[in-house]
């Protein structure tokens, strides 16, 4: 079977299953959080934490949740790495950097799973489970919930309630999160990949020799990592690496995991707004995007230029073979166009363009699906614009779901899409023009420049992948990346959360002859425009100076 026939039987399975779970998951995430019955263990939570999960909160009020939550979870996080050598199941690890811990603290909590270490070689056991991996199911369900409470900005009329954040983040952690990855785990086990608490121990290689390795609960982290979008991985080859990704039918399963919440998220939209058509135009964007920069991807890295590429059947440098250019392609693509950030290969050694790839998905704001609640999120604060343009092409004034979008609205939505371009340029042109970061790129021209756009790009969206030959282990990195990763990943949700609360506060509209048809393919057409346009003209001159010109000087 020819590599590229056996990438687009991948694609094809991947869409198969999807399909599949979107409408029975979708539906379930909408009675999640709409429901007003508490589970048993919920209700020890909220005793536990003082909380009453049936008050409803304004939007500053809920704001106040996520900020207060986050901000703990930051501090605990890094008091755990700064007293891990005094910690039991330590391995023997020393306690981490002020710098790296503070920037693994930020990374972790903010969804992006940026790591500056080597994870074999820096954590234990304690700050590996007690500590990143509770992370990776708080910080994904801290995003749904964020969403969910824009959902309900729509949905609700003249009450400018949002429901409660508690509420939302516990039944998110305990009712979709643990047991899909009680479920998933155990299939990545199945599959090869390890779980235990072992110490370290000799591994013998195949050309003789040893190496040192450390085992781990790998599959149960594997499996939140990819269903929270999160994608930190537990060693430093992340899911190239064979404990956590063992075989071609474990990497087609992992890039399932980090697609199936943000797709059957606008099930759940569709649900609580009361239109299931209004959710297949936010699906029917997100898909047309997702697979147009598979098929660019597919085409960059399968094109044969010279006897090397054909021989490989493609540009297998940096690609594991068992995984091959298609299984790698559609990884990085759906990694990038999510907030994930785990990788299955080095994304640093695709050809010119497929970096350039991977670095604008996550320039288009992880939409296409997107994050778990992030991208939901982020595509409809997109189609907040594109109503407000076509409300300006035919003179009248945009409504969405019935709602007015006015100049409060658009205020809120035109600085939710201005804060992460201004962080990703401003810090990657201090980066540039200061001498001490250039010391850690290893590579000059347009690659070195992209390996510093990406390392940006990627922290202030809460992607979390790198371009491979950035030192990124400097006290500027780690201070820099950890503030743009908290400042892209909450300062956005205040505008959302206000965006939402304002929604919830005006009476519906009725729609009439001359409302834009917002579940129409026109609809669809003109959102997917307004983003590739708005990032387009945003990100070109940076883009020109990075992976344009390694790809057409290639």
């Given at each position: 079977m020819s590599p590229v026939l056996a990438g687009v039987l991948q694609l094809l399975a991947l869409i198969a299953a999807l399909a599949l779970a979107y409408v029975p998951l979708g539906d379930y995430m909408a009675k999640v959080y709409s429901s007003d019955r508490h589970w048993r263990v919920e209700k020890w939570i909220y005793k536990g934490i003082g909380a009453n999960p049936d008050t409803e909160m304004r939007w500053p009020a809920y704001l106040r949740g996520v900020l207060a939550f986050s901000a703990v979870g930051v501090l605990f996080l890094y008091l755990l790495q700064r007293l891990q050598g005094h910690l039991p199941g330590s391995l023997g690890f020393a306690a981490i950097d002020p710098d790296q811990a503070f920037n693994t603290a930020a990374s972790f909590v903010s969804n992006t799973n940026w790591q500056s270490y080597y994870g074999e070689q820096a954590m234990g056991h304690v700050v590996q489970t007690g500590g990143l991996a509770v992370q990776n199911f708080v910080s994904a369900a801290v995003g749904i919930a964020v969403a969910v409470a824009l959902v309900r900005g729509f949905s609700r009329s003249r009450s400018g309630e949002l429901g409660n954040f508690w509420a939302d983040l516990v039944r998110g952690?305990?009712?979709?999160?643990?047991?899909?990855?009680?479920?998933?785990?155990?299939?990545?086990?199945?599959?090869?990949?390890?779980?235990?608490?072992?110490?370290?121990?000799?591994?013998?290689?195949?050309?003789?020799?040893?190496?040192?390795?450390?085992?781990?609960?790998?599959?149960?982290?594997?499996?939140?990592?990819?269903?929270?979008?999160?994608?930190?991985?537990?060693?430093?080859?992340?899911?190239?690496?064979?404990?956590?990704?063992?075989?071609?039918?474990?990497?087609?399963?992992?890039?399932?995991?980090?697609?199936?919440?943000?797709?059957?998220?606008?099930?759940?939209?569709?649900?609580?707004?009361?239109?299931?058509?209004?959710?297949?135009?936010?699906?029917?964007?997100?898909?047309?995007?997702?697979?147009?920069?598979?098929?660019?991807?597919?085409?960059?890295?399968?094109?044969?230029?010279?006897p090397a590429f054909q021989i490989a059947g493609g540009a297998m440098e940096g690609k594991e073979t068992r995984i091959g250019v298609g299984g790698s392609s559609i990884f990085a693509v759906s990694t990038t166009?999510?907030?994930?950030?785990?990788?299955?290969?080095?994304?640093?050694?695709?050809?010119?363009?497929?970096?350039?790839?991977?670095?604008?998905?996550?320039?288009?704001?992880?939409?296409?699906?997107?994050?778990?609640?992030?991208?939901l999120y982020g595509m409809l604060i997109m189609a907040v614009i594109a109503v407000f343009i076509a409300g300006l092409m035919v003179g009248r004034t945009p409504e969405y779901l019935g709602k007015k979008i006015g100049t409060r609205e658009i205020k809120f939505a035109a600085c939710y899409i201005l804060i992460t371009p201004a962080l990703?340029?401003?810090?990657?042109?201090?980066?540039?023009?200061?001498?001490?970061?250039?010391?850690?790129?290893?590579?000059?021209?347009?690659?070195?420049?992209?390996?510093?756009?990406?390392?940006?790009?990627?922290?202030?969206?809460?992607?979390?992948?790198?371009?491979?030959?950035?030192?990124?282990?400097?006290?500027?990195?780690?201070?820099?990346?950890?503030i743009a990763m908290l400042l892209g990943r909450f300062l956005p949700m205040v505008f959302v959360l206000a965006l939402a609360g304002s929604l919830a506060e005006q009476r519906p509209v009725p729609a009439t002859a001359g409302t834009l048809r917002t579940e129409k393919p026109l609809f669809t057409g003109l959102l997917v425009g307004a983003i590739l346009i708005i990032t387009g003209l945003t990100y070109f001159p940076a883009l020109a100076l990075g992976p344009l010109a390694e790809g057409l000087a290639s």
């Open positions: 952690t305990v009712r979709i999160l643990l047991p899909l990855s009680v479920v998933a785990a155990i299939v990545l086990v199945a599959c090869g990949a390890i779980q235990n608490f072992s110490g370290i121990h000799s591994v013998g290689q195949f050309m003789g020799g040893s190496q040192q390795w450390n085992g781990g609960a790998v599959a149960s982290q594997e499996a939140i990592k990819e269903i929270g979008t999160n994608g930190g991985g537990y060693f430093n080859a992340n899911s190239a690496h064979p404990f956590e990704n063992p075989t071609p039918f474990s990497n087609l399963f992992e890039i399932f995991l980090l697609l199936v919440i943000p797709f059957a998220l606008t099930r759940t939209f569709g649900r609580m707004v009361g239109s299931l058509k209004q959710g297949y135009a936010i699906l029917a964007t997100m898909a047309t995007i997702w697979l147009g920069f598979i098929a660019l991807m597919m085409w960059t890295e399968f094109a044969h230029h010279g166009l999510t907030s994930t950030g785990a990788v299955d290969s080095f994304h640093s050694s695709f050809t010119g363009l497929g970096g350039g790839i991977t670095i604008l998905g996550m320039q288009l704001g992880e939409i296409a699906p997107g994050g778990t609640g992030s991208g990703v340029l401003v810090f990657t042109a201090a980066a540039m023009a200061l001498p001490t970061p250039g010391h850690s790129m290893t590579n000059s021209g347009a690659h070195g420049f992209s390996e510093i756009l990406y390392a940006y790009t990627s922290g202030a969206n809460n992607n979390g992948s790198a371009f491979a030959g950035l030192n990124a282990d400097t006290q500027w990195f780690n201070s820099t990346l950890g």
